[in-house]
């Protein structure tokens, strides 16, 4: 009689073991999961609690060292900034950065060197998650500088191509590599250039970590390149956003040549150790748009780097660009105007973008700094001019984080440690604690 029921039921039976099952290979998947990646799991689930986001929180935060005190800098406390200065000035008080032995020793074990430096492990917003950039960075020395710039775009969803100059020390290289072990999505480029000053391995370089970042599984949105001396003033979240906001246009610097510039394409140049005007006249460019001139840098679509490494008049023109003088200032100018290309603008002078005006990067040039009320570009430099372009001292601050720039250029702890870590501070408390939109 019980077996005749049993018999009459056995579809329940059946579902109820179906389900025990499915319950086991569950328990069993979570059990022989890897302890980091459970860790991870933990932290994601467990983050919405406010004891865990507290402790999350404290864990990653970037405070300054010192006695300057950065929220008064970064508001422009004039008095606070003196300060600043006095103490950088101060050999006493100059803290010596990490040297490439140190990296070597820092990162034999990765996840203790992730969690003392502190690396963001986990996607701070779900809309960050879904919009995962890539980022191409060209390096050659400074190896405390690149963690830092690392470190300050780091987020596990991006995608990040290091391009170290093949010129630079091998203990230089060691130490990149290294850094980049500890992470699953850095790596080096498959093809390193000896770069050399305004020539065409600079653009190379780029063009190698493109065809690199394609062949990734992570479903980036956009390309942003930089470089060593470079520093977000945004967080994550607020890239994203802004990237988001072109709604599939690019961001590129572009307008129309000034005439002492057409000199760098006029004339054909050769590379050795120094790249050197000839006497041999260029012949007129291969596409029938004109010209422009800009910046090596650029936030651009992944269907617009499918473009330049697929179309035959792009490649024809970057053929074209290789014997000419800093090239990566006229290429995506240029490219960015032509009729056709993903995100690309009209070559009509009214869409003509300074880099004011893009949100590429901001930098002061020397011969346009000053009194802005009398007519300047930008406001006095704090700290110094190299190559005309100023190196950001703390006083900077105030007026770089009130522009639209997602990045800025340049930075160097050598001239003014202050400015980095009051910048970094900034930043990591910003992306911990402000709320989504």
């Known amino acids: 009689m019980i077996w005749s029921q049993l018999y009459r039921r056995r579809w329940p ?28 799991q933990y932290k994601e689930n ?15 935060q970037l405070p300054s060292r010192g006695e300057i005190n950065c929220s008064k800098i970064i508001k422009g406390d004039q008095q606070e900034v003196k300060r600043a200065l006095l103490h950088q000035s101060n050999a006493k008080n100059k803290r010596f950065p990490s040297n490439e032995m140190d990296y070597l020793k820092f990162t034999k074990d990765c996840n203790l060197y992730k969690k003392i430096r502190r690396f963001i492990p986990i996607p701070l917003s779900k809309e960050e998650e879904n919009f995962p950039i890539a980022y191409s960075m060209v390096i050659h020395e400074q190896i405390n500088m690149f963690e830092r710039l690392l470190r300050a775009i780091y987020n596990p969803q991006n995608i990040y191509c290091v391009h170290v100059d093949e010129k630079s020390p091998e203990n230089y290289k060691e130490a990149v590599r290294a850094i980049i072990s500890c992470f699953e999505n850095v790596f080096l480029a498959s093809k390193l250039e000896k770069v050399v000053y ?23 949105r956009y390309l ?36 002492y510039k057409t000199v760098r394409w006029q004339f054909s140049y050769k590379t050795d150790t120094i790249i050197q005007r000839t006497n041999i006249i260029k012949g007129p460019p291969p596409i029938s748009s004109p010209l422009f001139t800009g910046s090596a840098y650029f936030f651009v679509t992944r269907e617009f780097v499918t ?20 090239p990566e200032e006229h290429i995506w100018a240029t490219i960015n105007r032509m009729p056709g290309v993903p995100g690309s603008s009209p070559y009509h002078e009214k869409y003509d973008l300074s880099d004011l005006n893009a949100i590429v990067r901001l930098m002061k040039w020397e011969d346009t700094v000053g009194n802005m009320d009398k007519g300047a570009a930008y406001p006095l430099c704090t700290g ?54």
């Open 13 to 40: 039976l059946h579902f109820l073991f179906f389900g025990l099952l499915l319950f086991s290979v569950a328990m069993l998947k979570f059990i022989f999961q890897p302890s980091d990646q459970v860790e991870l």
């Open 46 to 60: 467990n983050l919405r609690s406010s004891y865990d986001k507290t402790q999350f929180f404290t864990a990653m």
């Open 198 to 220: 305004t020539s065409w391995f600079r653009l190379k370089a780029d063009l190698n970590c493109m065809e690199d970042l394609l062949k990734s599984k992570v479903p980036w």
């Open 224 to 259: 942003l390149n930089t470089c060593g001396t470079d520093l977000p003033i945004k967080t994550n979240a607020e890239i994203v956003r802004a990237l988001k906001s072109l709604n599939g246009k690019n961001s590129v610097q572009s307008i129309k040549p000034l005439t």
């Open 307 to 326: 473009y330049v490494l697929e179309n035959p008049d792009v490649q024809k023109l970057i053929e074209w660009v290789k014997d000419t003088l800093i």
């Open 384 to 437: 110094i001019f190299r190559r005309g372009i100023c190196i950001n001292g703390a006083g900077d601050l105030h007026w770089m984080l009130q522009q639209h720039h997602l990045f800025a250029n340049k930075f160097d702890p050598t001239v003014d440690d202050y400015a980095i870590q009051c910048l970094e501070e900034y930043l990591r408390d910003k992306a911990l604690y402000e709320k989504e939109p």
